[in-house]
């Protein structure tokens, strides 16, 4: 079992460019979820998906977009990166049986935009 | 609003027991979590506690809950090198419909001397 994957692992981006940050799952969960985390200020979520063809908005979605056309695929999508969207990213999955919730989480991208 | 908060950094000796300690803000988040993230790594989830109880042992791990106070704690006891992280709480709060999703503290680094 992989878990969860992402790729790339690193990447630096100039102003203005676009990106995909890849996440897959092999686990069946119907949730998948990204985040960002800046020093000192824990993870924001970014946007959240609760099945394929079903996606929310989170805390912090400006700039960025998602789409989820099968249950173990979620990429993040960067269309005009700025220097404020360099971060690390991770993605997670869990099978949300609410109220209890553990997400499993990916090894992360760090992601630069100068 | 939401947020959840904990001391940025600890530091301790081996074999010490280490104080991690948390406050959350949602009075109805059912689960509280703690997750722990290892350098260049993705969270872990590490322990959780229902709502319903005080206190949780697992082996060198003990959690305190204090729902009056909405105070979360973890204590590590025989802190060993490898405990050296970065230790994050979360709360679990209700998001739209039946979801849920969870709110991550901005994470203490614990830093274990030999």
């Known amino acids: 079992n992989a878990g969860v994957t992402q790729t790339p692992k690193f990447r630096i981006l100039k102003i203005g460019q676009s990106m995909t940050l890849q996440c897959t799952q092999d686990m069946n969960h119907n949730y998948m979820y990204w985040y960002r985390q800046d020093p000192g200020m824990g993870l924001k979520l970014i946007y959240y998906?609760?099945?394929?063809?079903?996606?929310d908005k989170g805390e912090v979605p400006n700039g960025y977009n998602v789409s989820r056309s099968t249950t173990e695929d979620f990429p993040l999508r960067l269309e005009l990166a700025a220097p404020s969207q360099t971060s690390v990213y991770f993605c997670a999955s869990s099978y949300n049986r609410a109220p209890y919730n553990e997400q499993f989480f990916g090894p992360g991208t760090r992601l630069t935009v100068l | 609003g939401e947020d959840v908060e904990q001391s940025l950094f600890l530091s301790v000796r081996e074999g010490d027991s280490s104080v991690i300690n948390c406050t959350y803000t949602?009075?109805?988040?059912?689960?509280l979590y703690w997750y722990k993230q290892e350098p260049g790594a993705g969270l872990q989830l590490l322990t959780y506690i229902f709502s319903n109880m005080d206190m949780k042992q697992d082996q060198r791990l003990t959690v305190l809950l204090n729902k009056k106070d909405k105070h979360l704690s973890l204590r590590i006891a025989d802190t060993q090198t490898g405990d050296s992280a970065i230790y994050f709480c979360?709360?679990?709060?209700?998001?739209?419909?039946?979801?849920?999703?969870?709110?991550f503290g901005t994470g203490t680094l614990l830093a274990v001397q030999p």
């Open positions: 979360a709360e679990s709060i209700k998001g739209g419909g039946a979801t849920n999703k969870l709110i």
């Open positions: 998906s609760v099945g394929a063809g079903i996606t």
């Open positions: 949602d009075s109805s988040s059912t689960y």
